[in-house]
T-cell receptor
Framework: TQLLEQSPQFLSIQEGENLTVYCNSSSVFSSLQWYRQEPGEGPVLLVTVVTGGEVKKLKRLTFQFGDARKDSSLHITAAQPGDTGLYLCAGLSNAGGTSYGKLTFGQGTILTVHP | EPEVTQTPSHQVTQMGQEVILRCVPI?????FYWYRQILGQKVEFLVSFYNNEISEKSEIFDDQFSVERPDGSNFTLKIRSTKLEDSAMYFC??????????????FGPGTRLTVL
């Protein structure tokens, strides 16, 4: 069974601060997706990282995939109250092998950015 | 922009009753999934569906669960005899393909199932 450990579970910071969320696993994933989920809604895809060592930027958000494709991080620069929400990482299993691409989710990080 | 839709948004049922949750995936997608999220817990994979058959299922997806794509657009999850512990948000997701660049999963807004 593949597991994805996401940390921290809760993060409460002031506007303008930087933060990093981590996802770690002992398993290799073919890709890793980051989602944001609002209360009562479905996860909304932010980014997919595929190649080991890949870095993607989405405005103030920077996503990195570990060289061995077992871990990933989300870094937010100068956080704003609008960044408040639940952030989820999800690893995609080996597509085309024995798996048809199920996602294994981390526990999620609840981020609160205070004005 | 195309999106995954789900109905109903909230379903309340009595224990032992059958429920059918409905999803309309993005129209040209080929792979379909159901996930669930019990309140305060992780999103968990239930089942994947491709080419009109189940391609993978988790231990949660026992004989009480079934999936169907009855026509070209709908994708349904049926729970035959609901239990209290089936209360959760159920998310449908779809994906265009498996190859790089096509393997992103898009989620619907979810159906909140409450079993009394």
């Amino acid at each position: 069974t593949q597991l994805l450990e996401q940390s921290p579970q809760f993060l409460s910071i002031q506007e303008g601060e930087n933060l990093t969320v981590y996802c770690n696993s002992s398993s290799v994933f073919s890709s890793l997706q980051w989602y944001r989920q609002e209360p009562g809604e479905g996860p909304v895809l932010l980014v997919t990282v595929v190649t080991g060592g890949e870095v993607k930027k989405l405005k103030r958000l920077t996503f990195q995939f570990g060289d061995a494709r077992k871990d990933s991080s989300l870094h937010i620069t100068a956080a704003q109250p609008g960044d408040t929400g639940l952030y989820l990482c999800a690893g995609l299993s080996n597509a085309g092998g024995t798996s048809y691409g199920k996602l294994t989710f981390g526990q999620g990080t609840i981020l609160t950015v205070h004005p | 922009e195309p999106e995954v839709t789900q109905t109903p948004s909230h379903q309340v049922t009595q224990m032992g009753q059958e429920v059918i949750l409905r999803c309309v995936p993005i129209s040209n997608h080929l792979y379909f999934y159901w996930y669930r999220q019990i309140l305060g817990q992780k999103v968990e994979f239930l089942v994947s569906f491709y080419n009109n058959e189940i391609s993978e299922k988790s231990e949660i997806f026992d004989d009480q669960f079934s999936v169907e794509r009855p026509d070209g657009s709908n994708f349904t999850l049926k729970i035959r005899s609901t239990k209290l512990e089936d209360s959760a948000m159920y998310f449908c997701a779809s994906r265009l393909g498996l190859r790089r660049g096509y393997n992103e999963q898009f989620f619907g807004p979810g159906t909140r199932l409450t079993v009394l």
